[in-house]
Structures are given as C-alpha cells and as structure tokens.
C-alpha cells in the first residue's frame, strides 16, 4: 500500500504564496496519478490539480488555473502544489491523493483515488 504525508499548511493572507508538499511511501508510483484535493467544512471534496507520475501530465481546476502549479519529485517521490496568488475561499483542508492506474490522465473524481493523506489546513486571510 501507499503511505501520503502532506507538509506546508498553514496561515497566509490574502495574495501571499504558500508550497504544499506530498510525501509517498510504500510502492513505486509509475502508474498512478496524483492529486489534489480540498475540503471547506460543510462543503463537498473538490478537485483542485492532478499529474500523472510518469509523463507530468498536468490537470487543474478552473478555480485555481494559473494560479497553482503541481509538480513531482520523482528521485524523493514527492508531489508539490505551489499556490500564488491566493485567496479566501481557497480556504480549506488540502488534501493529497494517489489514483493507481491512472498513467494517461489525471482523474478528477475523488472516487477514483485510492490512497490519502491525512490532510493539512490552509488558511487565507483577508
């Protein structure tokens, strides 16, 4: 099985930068793709970016296109989310995901992952 760790939550004001980082542990990662999701409380799971591990394939939710940027480390099996330019309502729990057969592609659905972190929480101010 997979182990996902995620680091770099915490309090940013509005328009700061923040680096979520993504640690995996357990099994190579050649056919899965990565992703990341938040969560408001009393809100739904939503899909914020994706990469598959193998061709860097890049997905991201309208919300946070140009914005955000996700990319991976594979020699330290690391997945990041660099976030610029951010705001209140990316206010949330962010958490990291691992989909295990997905190489094309990055799903966007949360039910297509298998593995998660355990989340970290990111605060933007106004």
């Known amino acids: 099985q997979v182990q996902l760790v995620e680091s770099g939550g915490g309090l940013v004001q509005a328009g700061g930068s923040l680096r979520l980082s993504c640690l995996a542990s357990?099994?190579?990662?050649?056919?899965?793709?990565m992703g990341w999701f938040r969560q408001a409380p009393g809100k739904e799971r939503d899909f914020v970016a994706g990469?598959?591990?193998?061709?860097?394939?890049?997905h991201y939710a309208d919300s946070v296109k140009g914005r955000f940027t996700i990319s991976r480390d594979s020699a330290k099996n690391t997945v990041y989310l660099q976030m610029n330019t951010l705001k209140p309502e990316d206010t949330a729990v962010y958490y990291c995901?691992?989909?295990?057969?997905?190489?094309?592609?990055?799903?966007?659905?949360?039910?297509?992952?298998?593995?998660w972190g355990q989340g970290t929480q990111v605060t933007v101010s106004s």
């Open positions: 990469i598959t591990w193998i061709t860097g394939r890049t």
């Open positions: 357990g099994r190579p990662l050649n056919t899965y793709s």
């Open positions: 995901a691992g989909d295990k057969f997905a190489p094309n592609i990055p799903n966007t659905d949360s039910r297509e992952y298998d593995y």
